[in-house]
């Protein structure tokens, strides 16, 4: 049995931690539900535009440069992932799927580059030579519209100059503050819904002025960067999410810890106790013998 200046020790240090993670699970809270709102806001809005969009795509067959499908040459893979870790799997989740999409197109003799939005994943891919890493970790800190659509008009402008030939979304989709789901999204090129696979069949009757071609080329970008900061938003929330999560778990581990080491140390604590009595009446008879 530990002696009690160990037991101490770990129960100084254990109280510590948990107190830490204590902490970082309400600074994570806080921050899950201005993400959580931020992400749920965005929906709507991003579905409506993508909704009129399909009204004009599936219907009259309109395209844009961002519709052109060609021989796949180049690939870019936006990986999004965190800054910071103690989140659980939330990011080796996110990487693993990513190393597979990298693993496949090597396969096929596909040129691959990477947009990393976030340390974790900047740091880490980094380290395989044969890859062009771009790192953007500075948009999770304060995820603005405008810093994200200018990275998606980069990469647009990359695509419709034919530079690169398919744009790949590795992320973490939220769901709750529980789950995640990990999505592998093609960006670009623009793949038209088909009105006829629907179960629903919507007839939305807009009135388009000046006309159905010149409104599409300008929401089209538009529908781009709004899909690429959801994006961004998507994960920011699933991140704060996994993390408080992860906490909560690290505070409920080092409570039960703490029953335990309190539990040894009381023992210790007796033995010791008993020795000492039993020293003691140990010494008196000697002393009477």
């Not at 936006?78 to 090597?106: E, M, P």
């Not at 970790?137 to 034919?162: I, N, Q, R, S």
Request: hydrophobic share 40%; glycine share 4%; proline share 2%.
């Amino acid at each position: 049995m530990a002696n009690l200046k160990e037991v101490r020790t770990r129960i100084a240090s254990v109280s510590s931690t948990q107190q830490i993670t204590s902490a970082m699970k309400m600074v994570s809270a806080a921050k899950f539900r201005r993400a959580q709102n931020a992400i749920i806001g965005m929906r709507p809005y991003a579905a409506q535009l993508n909704e009129i969009i399909a009204d004009i795509d599936t219907g009259d067959g309109v395209q844009t440069p961002y519709h052109a499908v060609r021989e796949v040459k180049t690939v870019v893979l936006v990986v999004v992932t965190s800054n910071k870790g103690l989140c659980g799997a939330f990011n080796s989740n996110v990487l693993k799927l990513a190393q597979q999409r990298i693993d496949h197109y090597r396969s096929e003799q596909v040129s691959i580059r990477i947009v990393a939005i976030g340390k974790k994943a900047s740091e880490l891919l980094a380290r395989q030579k044969d890859l062009q890493v771009g790192s953007y970790d500075t948009l999770l800190d304060a995820p603005a519209f405008d810093a994200v659509a200018t990275l998606a008009d980069t990469l647009m402008d990359d695509f419709a100059e034919k530079r690169i030939d398919r744009v790949e979304i590795v992320y973490n989709q939220f769901k709750n503050s529980l789950s995640q789901v990990f999505s592998d999204e093609q960006w670009l090129p623009i793949v038209p819904k088909d009105v006829k696979a629907s179960k629903v069949i919507k007839n939305n009757d807009y009135i388009f002025e000046p006309s159905k071609e010149e409104i599409l080329r300008e929401m089209i970008p538009l529908t781009l960067r709004s899909t690429f900061y959801r994006v961004v938003l998507d994960s920011l929330a699933a991140e704060h999410g996994a993390r408080m999560t992860a906490m909560q778990k690290a505070t409920d581990n080092a409570t039960e810890l703490l029953k335990d080491l309190r539990l040894s140390y009381n023992k210790a604590r007796q033995a010791s106790i008993t020795n000492e009595i039993i020293e003691i009446v140990s010494g008196s008879e000697a002393l009477k013998g």
